[in-house]
């Protein structure tokens, strides 16, 4: 992993840029690098235009200790609303969870204005378009990775991150400069990444949910293990 130290401010986002590097960690609105998640971003814009249709900012507290790491916007959640995991199902059991452990106050109420903070903590994204059928492609993944590394570099107190599905693993995994067989995905596993803990949870998606492939009993061990580690 790169170490990077300093700082400054985006003139044109005001997001911090990465001293030296060109780095930043949000993308601009109208961000080219993926043409086929830019064409369909204009499609939805036109099809939608009072949604938000734009790369999702990260969401909490830039020195929070946990960064949550996700696949993607959501096209009726993140994409809609403009904070991730927000007016989908997938945030109804996030925010319940991080609400009770301790990483979330206020009342989720599934809209960017519910006045939900949160605490030692912070939500990001893998890839901040929206995909169609919620499956970015590899190069897309491997183009918008950039805005994750800018995003762990600029929180200097993150000692923990949850990652939440394969892909999600995969690159934090590579944002942090590991091999991904050095540490497979696993649920519930935790992999040592330098002074970083990697926790791997399945995605809290309505998909994994319905079919019980991850329960709430499931998705909540991994935010008590964190807690507890971080306490
Ligand atoms: S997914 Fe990321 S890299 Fe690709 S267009 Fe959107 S913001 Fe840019």
Redesign the pocket.
């Known amino acids: 992993m790169t170490t990077i130290s300093t700082t400054r401010k985006d003139p044109a986002t005001g997001e911090p840029r990465l001293a030296g590097t060109g780095l930043r960690t949000q993308?601009d609105r109208n961000?080219?690098?993926?043409p086929r998640?830019?064409a369909f971003r204009e499609a939805t814009r036109t099809r939608e235009p009072e949604w938000f249709n734009s790369?999702v900012p990260s969401f909490g507290d830039p020195d929070g200790r946990l960064l949550i790491v996700g696949l993607a916007p959501g096209m009726q959640g993140a994409n809609r609303t403009g904070r991730p995991f927000t007016g989908d199902y997938a945030g109804d059991l996030l925010y319940a969870t991080l609400l009770e452990y301790g990483f979330a106050k206020g009342v989720y109420q599934a809209r960017p204005d519910d006045g939900l903070t949160l605490v030692d903590c912070r939500i990001s994204n893998a890839?901040?378009?929206v995909p169609p059928q919620n499956k970015?492609l590899p190069a897309?993944i491997n183009?918008?990775r950039q805005?994750l590394i800018a995003t762990i570099e600029t929180m200097p107190s993150v000692r923990a991150i949850i990652a939440l599905g394969r892909i999600a693993h995969d690159t934090t995994l590579k944002a942090l400069g590991l091999r991904a067989a050095a540490a497979p995905f696993s649920h519930g596993a935790v992999h040592q990444a330098g002074r970083f803990k990697l926790y791997d949870s399945y995605h809290c998606s309505r998909y994994n949910t319905n079919t019980r492939v991850l329960t709430p009993e499931m998705f909540r061990s991994v935010f008590a293990r964190v807690k507890a580690d971080l306490d």
Do not use: D, I, K
């Open positions: 993308p961000c080219p690098l993926c998640l830019a790369p890839v901040r378009c970015p897309e183009l918008c805005f």
